[in-house]
């Protein structure tokens, strides 16, 4: 666990900075003050946790203050990370493999640079190390770069990936890495698909296509429907992601590139906006960086507790 809090610790350096740069000795052993706290106000906003989350963070810090004028910085902390723990309930996606599917298939969905061919690859080395057996689709023919960038992660990690040609049919590709991973007996296909096509509309389309393909072969697939978000785009987000939502049905999020921006809190907003289960975060750019999402261990990083 602590190994966990760690990386946790380090992928969210530049929050914690925005945080402590302007809060620097409130969450200290010092006293709280009036002052201290429309800093805190402001720290908060600029880690972009939104309206709400701050509102409630700063009112029960306010609350505790007024009943006892001693209270200190570390103290307010822990009232903050109690908030947001709150505000989380049951945001933490855990992965298993669907009763009845061979394989559990899982669609990566988003837009292009949000770290979607990666994390899929990421995500295959990972489930891998838990002992999983897995195969890759790429599915995301339309981006010229996107196929050769799956097929060169898989030799790195000693994946296997199912491919065709720079325009090829995405969901022929679907159709043919749920047929491979059928007949090798694999635990999991993880399909990357196409993150920009000439309009919004066809790219809905084609990842309508992608789930028909797929449901031709089991009527269940994509039992995991999950959209990656870069978390360094903050709140702005929440619209894509909802759009996806509402043309897809997602089942769970992934929110990448938190390591390199201070809108670390921007996962609470999407989270409050949409309650889907956030499954991973991306921590940086090493495959061992995609962990899965801890509440415990996201709360303690962002106000600076120890573990």
């Not at 009232?79 to 493999?97: D, M, P, Q, S, Y």
């Not at 838990?130 to 890759?136: A, C, E, M, P």
């Not at 992934?254 to 201070?262: H, M, N």
Request: proline share 2%; charged share 25%; with cysteine.
């Amino acid at each position: 666990m602590f190994g966990l809090f760690k990386k946790f610790k380090d992928g969210f350096a530049k929050t914690v900075s925005a945080i402590s740069d302007k809060t620097r000795g409130l969450f200290s052993g010092r006293k709280i003050d009036a002052s201290s706290l429309e800093t805190l106000e402001e720290a908060l906003y600029t880690a972009d946790f939104g309206v709400e989350t701050t509102e409630e963070v700063l009112a029960e810090i306010k609350a505790a203050y007024k009943k006892d004028k001693e209270l200190r910085g570390q103290q307010a902390a822990a009232i903050g990370a109690e908030v947001l723990k709150r505000v989380l309930a049951g945001a933490e996606g855990k992965l298993e493999k669907s009763p009845g599917a061979n394989p559990t298939v899982i669609a990566m969905i988003g837009v292009n640079g949000s770290g979607k061919t990666t994390t899929s690859a990421k995500l295959g080395w990972r489930l891998k190390q838990d002992g999983k057996t897995i195969i890759l689709a790429a599915c995301d023919t339309f981006r010229a770069a996107a196929v050769e960038q799956l097929k060169t992660w898989g030799q790195r990690l000693d994946l296997e990936v199912i491919a065709s040609h720079t325009g090829g049919d995405a969901a022929a590709v679907a159709f043919d890495a749920w047929q491979a991973a059928k007949a090798r007996g694999r635990d999991y296909l993880i399909v990357d698909t196409a993150g920009r096509l000439h309009t919004k509309s066809n790219l809905m389309e084609e990842l309508a296509k992608i789930r028909r393909v797929l449901q031709k072969n089991d009527p269940t697939a994509p039992q995991h429907r999950w959209l990656v978000v870069d978390g360094s785009l903050g709140s702005n987000s929440i619209e894509q992601a909802k759009a996806f939502h509402q043309s897809f049905g997602l089942t769970g999020l992934v929110v990448t590139k938190l390591d390199g921006t201070s809108r670390g809190g921007a996962l609470v907003g999407i989270y409050r906006q949409l309650k889907i289960p956030i499954y991973f975060l991306g921590l940086g750019e090493k495959a061992e960086d995609l962990q899965p999402f801890s509440i415990d261990s996201y709360v303690k990083a962002v106000f600076g507790l120890d573990e």
